[in-house]
């Protein structure tokens, strides 16, 4: 496969510090690239499964993968994108992340070499990171980058401004260790890791490259993702396989080809042809459901993607309560001695609302259903009676969610 060309056909690349050169690179040689994922939380999202995607087309083609869990680069915590500082995180639970992160990865990308940058960066000493690595970074260039130009205007920490050297040295380490000659990431990481290529260039007066993948955007043009506080997991711990599909099927109607083309190996002449049916808002639809389909299948294997397309159906075509659907079971003490629960109680123990402030607001435009009958008002009582034999809650035109005893 032409990498390069499917990646343009795709909308997949962004950026590259040359283009040709890199294509002919892939194309006479096997080369070794890495990806690198910082482990700020105890599941991966989306986002990253688009990188996953990325190095299964090199892996397919023979090149090998190195994929660095930023142990060591977590705990600066990169700048990029944000308008205040990451959390501090404690070794222990940066360990704890690394892990299900590693086996989370083995889904998707069976046989890449994984690395932790905290076996170098935590070791080396700080004199030794000034004159060896410090003396090769311009400050005035490093303020002109993108990943601090949110930072600057409330504050960028000296912490944080270490970042960048910290993710160069973890190329140039690439390169001495396994003759690593290119970076792959997401385009937000632009500057970061250029910063690697120049480094390696300063240091081994040797060519290094970088290759940016486009960013997966939601419906407001936003990258999906933890610090967009738009992630969808890949934990079914934290989105089941069916809030997974039905996150997909309700993708607006604008971006369903370019998500179809993004996300999935669907063939693009197919996408095309689908595209052009799409005066037919029906075939928009069908669009839909392959594209949940397919991204399901690949999270959650096909055995889930296809209950939970059977349970969306059911659900969407048929109006009928499925016993895919997500589902809470309530106990007694969630009532608190009493016979009924409160609507907006009920919302955040189901987590279709994050606190009972959303909750309500969400009762109040009107946007909460329970059977089938909106719910009125905000002190809306739910006796245990109706929820033990199953309620379905309906928030908005398209989240629906069971309720038993």
């Given at each position: 496969?032409?990498?390069?060309?499917?990646?343009?056909?795709?909308?997949?690349?962004?950026?590259?510090?040359d283009?040709?050169?890199?294509?002919d690179?892939?194309?006479?040689?096997?080369?070794?690239?890495?990806?690198?994922?910082?482990?700020?939380?105890?599941?991966?999202?989306?986002?990253?499964?688009?990188?996953?995607?990325?190095?299964?087309?090199?892996?397919?083609?023979?090149?090998?993968?190195?994929?660095?869990?930023?142990?060591?680069?977590?705990?600066?915590?990169?700048?990029?994108?944000r308008?205040?500082?990451?959390?501090?995180?404690?070794?222990?639970?940066?360990?704890?992340?690394?892990?299900?992160?590693?086996?989370?990865?083995?889904?998707?990308?069976?046989?890449?070499?994984?690395?932790?940058?905290?076996?170098?960066?935590?070791?080396?000493?700080?004199?030794?990171?000034?004159?060896?690595?410090?003396?090769?970074?311009?400050?005035?260039?490093?303020?002109?980058?993108?990943?601090?130009?949110?930072?600057?205007?409330?504050?960028?920490?000296?912490?944080?401004?270490?970042?960048?050297?910290?993710?160069?040295?973890?190329?140039y380490?690439?390169?001495?260790?396994?003759?690593?000659a290119?970076?792959?990431?997401?385009?937000?990481?632009?500057?970061n890791?250029l910063?690697?290529?120049?480094?390696?260039?300063?240091?081994?007066?040797?060519?290094?490259?970088?290759?940016?993948?486009?960013?997966?955007?939601?419906?407001?043009?936003?990258?999906?993702?933890?610090?967009?506080?738009?992630a969808?997991?890949?934990?079914?711990?934290?989105?089941?396989?069916?809030?997974?599909?039905?996150?997909?099927?309700?993708?607006d109607?604008?971006?369903?080809?370019?998500?179809?083309?993004?996300?999935?190996?669907?063939?693009?002449?197919?996408?095309?042809?689908?595209?052009?049916?799409?005066?037919?808002?029906?075939?928009?639809?069908?669009?839909?459901?392959?594209?949940a389909?397919?991204?399901?299948k690949?999270?959650?294997?096909?055995?889930?993607?296809?209950?939970?397309?059977?349970?969306?159906?059911?659900?969407?075509?048929?109006?009928?309560?499925?016993?895919?659907?997500?589902?809470?079971?309530?106990?007694?003490?969630?009532?608190?001695?009493?016979?009924?629960?409160a609507?907006t109680?009920?919302?955040?123990v189901?987590?279709?609302?994050?606190?009972?402030?959303?909750?309500?607001?969400?009762?109040?435009?009107?946007?909460?259903?329970?059977?089938?009958e909106?719910?009125?008002?905000?002190?809306?009582?739910?006796?245990?009676?109706?929820?033990?034999?199953?309620?379905?809650?309906?928030?908005?035109?398209?989240?629906f969610?069971?309720?038993?005893?």
């Amino acid at each position: 496969m032409d990498l390069i060309r499917e990646f343009k056909a795709r909308g997949l690349l962004a950026q590259c510090t040359d283009l040709e050169a890199v294509d002919d690179m892939l194309k006479k040689q096997k080369v070794t690239f890495y990806i690198g994922f910082d482990p700020t939380a105890p599941s991966l999202h989306i986002g990253h499964f688009m990188q996953f995607k990325t190095i299964k087309y090199f892996q397919n083609e023979g090149h090998k993968a190195i994929v660095i869990f930023g142990g060591g680069t977590v705990m600066v915590g990169d700048p990029s994108g944000r308008t205040d500082m990451r959390p501090m995180l404690e070794r222990k639970e940066i360990d704890e992340n690394i892990e299900k992160f590693k086996k989370q990865a083995d889904r998707y990308i069976p046989g890449a070499l994984y690395v932790n940058n905290a076996d170098w960066l935590c070791e080396i000493k700080y004199m030794d990171m000034l004159r060896e690595i410090g003396a090769h970074f311009s400050v005035n260039k490093m303020l002109t980058a993108e990943c601090f130009k949110t930072r600057l205007e409330k504050g960028l920490s000296f912490l944080e401004f270490n970042y960048m050297l910290m993710q160069g040295y973890d190329f140039y380490r690439l390169y001495k260790d396994y003759g690593c000659a290119l970076q792959c990431a997401g385009d937000d990481q632009w500057s970061n890791a250029l910063a690697g290529a120049d480094l390696i260039r300063r240091k081994e007066a040797k060519e290094a490259h970088v290759l940016t993948f486009a960013l997966l955007p939601d419906a407001a043009g936003k990258k999906m993702g933890k610090t967009a506080g738009n992630a969808v997991w890949l934990d079914p711990g934290l989105t089941s396989p069916y809030d997974f599909y039905q996150h997909w099927r309700n993708t607006d109607d604008g971006l369903v080809v370019r998500y179809l083309k993004m996300m999935t190996y669907v063939p693009v002449e197919e996408i095309d042809a689908m595209a052009n049916s799409f005066t037919d808002a029906a075939n928009i639809n069908a669009a839909k459901d392959r594209l949940a389909y397919e991204v399901t299948k690949m999270i959650h294997g096909e055995k889930e993607a296809q209950k939970a397309q059977e349970a969306a159906k059911s659900v969407f075509y048929g109006g009928a309560a499925d016993a895919d659907m997500p589902t809470t079971k309530l106990s007694e003490e969630d009532f608190a001695g009493k016979d009924a629960i409160a609507i907006t109680d009920l919302l955040v123990v189901c987590r279709l609302a994050p606190s009972k402030a959303e909750a309500k607001r969400l009762v109040a435009q009107g946007g909460i259903c329970a059977s089938d009958e909106k719910v009125p008002d905000i002190g809306y009582m739910i006796a245990k009676e109706d929820i033990k034999n199953g309620l379905i809650i309906k928030k908005g035109k398209k989240v629906f969610h069971k309720v038993t005893m």
